[in-house]
Each structure stands twice: as C-alpha cells, then as structure tokens.
C-alpha cells in the first residue's frame, strides 16, 4: 500500500502578529501545492514565568519573549478567520499549541492534525488533554527528544 506524504508549509510565527501576513502565507502557500499550513499558538500568559532562565531578551521590539509571544498572539476570531482562509484554498489548517488555553481554542476550531513541537514533546499535561479531547491524527516532533523520552512518550500514546 502506497501512502502519499503530508507536505506541510511552515508559517510558525513569521506573521509577526499580522494577520494580513498570515493570510498572504497562507495563499503562497497554496501556490506551492501543499497539502497544509502549520502555525504556532502561543499565549505569554499561560506559558511563561519570569523564572524561566531560558526566556531571554532576543528582540528589539519586546522586553521578553512573554511579551513577543502576547504581541504575536491571535485571538479566537482571528484563529478561526485563518483556518477558514487555509481552507478555501484547499489546505488543512495545523497549529502547534504552546499551552492548554491553545488546545482548547484548536479543540474548538476542530482542527484535523495536532502537531507537538518538539520543545513540547514531554508536555504530558497538554498531550493528554489532546488525546482525551480528539481522535484527530497527533503529529510527533521529536527533533529536541532523547531516544528514551521518544520511547516514553510513543509507549503512553499507545496506551490511551
């Protein structure tokens, strides 16, 4: 049995925060012939902590990577407006979500594809809240992951 790849363009946070830059990405994308578009959903309140010593001042524009991650957020509206565009043009909307308020908005958006970034490969909290919400497809980036925690992980999802 032949399966066809998933071609998936990455748009991540490359829109800055504009919506009329996501949605350009997201008719390009079209352009190229691939199957989906894949942002990121992060809200700075539900994932940072001024304890975290790994979040540090990397732009111009924002004191804290909290503070780039609120400027760059959309709200529900916004999100819903952007899988409806992904949409239109014939590709599936995906959404890496960086909390739990980001699985519940993509859980309410009833996407097709949840994607796990691999900084959030060992989030047990948000992947089981995923997996006891939605019997969509879950898309693994294990490019952070340790042979063992890929083996952890895979063994629990193959229990639930």
Not at 20 to 38: H, L, P, Q, Y
Not at 109 to 121: D, P
């Amino acid at each position: 049995m032949k399966i066809k790849p998933l071609i998936i363009a990455e748009a991540g946070l490359i829109h800055d925060g504009s919506i009329g830059i996501a949605k350009s990405f997201i008719d390009k994308a079209a352009e190229t012939g691939v199957d989906a578009v894949k942002f990121q959903m992060h809200y700075g309140d539900h994932e940072s902590s001024r304890y975290e010593k790994f979040r540090k001042k990397f732009s111009y524009l924002d004191k804290t990577r909290k503070d780039y991650w609120n400027r760059t957020s959309f709200n529900f509206d916004q999100w819903k407006y952007l899988k409806k565009e992904a949409e239109k043009k014939k590709l599936i909307f995906i959404c890496s979500p960086f909390s739990l308020k980001a699985v519940d908005y993509l859980n309410n958006l009833k996407v097709k594809y949840w994607k796990i970034a691999s900084g959030e490969f060992n989030n047990m909290l948000m992947i089981d809240k995923i997996v006891s919400k939605s019997n969509s497809p879950l898309i693994l980036s294990t490019g952070l992951a340790t042979k063992y925690e890929i083996d952890k992980v895979t063994k629990y999802l193959k229990f639930k």
